[in-house]
């Protein structure tokens, strides 16, 4: 994939968006199953997107940020090089909200950690390789989200100043 391809694709809307008002939660048991059986396009990504089309950014969604690192991330800014991942509070272990099963709990005890260790990797795989990492838990406010983005996409001594702390994992 070359620049180009990058670019101009960051300048198309947002498909889901663009599809929301239709298709999107046309009932909530239709919601339900689609959020059972996606990975992408969760309902708090979606909230993040949104704000950030709004705002006026573009941005690509579930890509690779780069080639060699075989991980897509949630919310890609290529020329900015910034990744955003929206992690699952179940699924990637938030500390406030992840409560492991009774059953079975050797088993996910260690998907989880997995899960959680390949974040990590990710996260420094693509910091070594110049790119700002932004982690965020679908518990947070999809407002502060969107203007951490917008902080780091677009400087502005405008935006409310939100400090960002990097996940303490
Ligand atoms: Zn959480």
């Not at 996606?38 to 704000?51: G, K, N, S, W, Y």
């Not at 060699?68 to 406030?96: E, N, S, Y």
């Not at 959680?116 to 989200?145: F, K, M, P």
Request: with cysteine; proline share 7%; hydrophobic share 30%.
């Amino acid at each position: 994939m070359t620049d180009t391809d990058a670019t101009d694709s960051e300048h198309h809307a947002d498909p889901v968006l663009r599809q929301s008002q239709h298709s999107w939660a046309s009932s909530p048991a239709t919601r339900a199953a689609m959020q059972a059986n996606r990975r992408r396009d969760t309902q708090p990504e979606i909230a993040v997107r949104r704000l950030l089309h709004a705002r006026g950014l573009r941005y690509r969604v579930d890509t690779r940020p780069i080639p060699t690192v075989r991980h897509t991330a949630d919310i890609v800014f290529t020329k900015a090089r910034l990744a955003v991942f929206i992690d699952g509070c179940w699924w990637h272990g938030c500390p406030q909200h992840h409560r492991p099963p009774r059953s079975n709990s050797g088993y996910w005890h260690s998907k989880i950690e997995r899960n959680r260790e390949r974040d990590r990797r990710v996260t420094a795989q693509l910091e070594s390789a110049g790119w700002c990492v932004l982690r965020a838990w679908e518990h947070q406010d999809s407002a502060e989200i969107a203007v951490q983005i917008e902080r780091l996409v677009r400087p502005n001594p405008n935006l409310p100043s939100i400090p960002y702390s990097k996940r303490d994992y």
